[in-house]
């Protein structure tokens, strides 16, 4: 787009894209091309319950790291329980996981939607590439995602865009089309290139993993929406991130830490109306038993398991001890036997 150079009143029209930026290279590609053909650019964010692009270093630095790099504004948004209630019910279910990619992919077209009219831009745009990802990057999905949120021919993917149908951007001429990538498949060579045109020397990665696609965490996922009422807290999600998992009964799961690290995180998790027990005497893992109502023999069953994740030898009675919103007690138990316990585990 060349025909403002030296055009000053033009400045104010200086066609506008909001990305959906991820913090891994597809996206950042997708805004710098944008920015080659001289779109002004805003990022938006999605953080889910579930999504890890923080890379460990504080929610969401690694986006904020990126937009910096790329010199352009960031808005972050997070879903909390409206993501949870989707979660539930998609209704477009779920991937090979518990990911209900396509309903989920909708939701964050809806915030930069939502960031497109707020700013007045003229088009969104994203990393996708076309059959990168089995349930939301095939034609089908891309068109239901774009026709469920109001969004169709508002949304350019700059990486695949000779493969797509030609987008408002394309067809109003804010872009040229011929200056759009060809990618498509799984493969990362034609990403690899691209970030080399860029002179990108050290390309991102991926973005961080999403947890709903990984088969186990996916099993937590589908034990804690089987067994709630009607949708977890984001306190249940949380503890669904650390410890080992076991499903006592319908109602009653018990978390066992697995380090000290995930003890400390387990203790800032217990919330109102949570059991907590730790082997006396003996190094051990903090555990939490989460459960509407409970029992001595409830009780004793968790106690045994928690015994038996610590250092307590194996056949002789242990003392743990039980915390009840701030109430102690104790009580005496043998380490349950392993065999059980995985019959158990989630
Ligand atoms: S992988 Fe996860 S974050 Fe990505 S679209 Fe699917 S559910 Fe959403």
Redesign the pocket.
Known sequence: MSQQDGDKPAENKKPKAVALLSGGLDSSLAVRMMLEEGIDVEAVA?K?P??DFDCGKGCGQRVKEVADELGIKLKTVYFGEEYLRMLKNPKYGY?SG????????G??YSAAKEHMKKINADFVITGEVLFQ?P??QNNRALHIIEKETGMECKVLRPLSAKHLPPTDAENLGLIKRENMGDIKGRSRKGQLTMAKHFGMSDPPNAAG?????DPSFSKRVKDILDHCDDIPTLNDIELLKVGRHFRIMHDAKFVVGRNEDENEVMKALAADGDIVMEVKDHVGPTCILRCKSYNDPLLAKCAAIAARYSDAPRHELSNVSITVNGDKSEVRVMPADIETIEMIRI
């Open positions: 999605v889910t579930f999504c991937g518990m990911n209900p990619c396509i309903d989920c992919r939701m964050m990802r349930m939301s993993g999403c947890l709903l696609t």
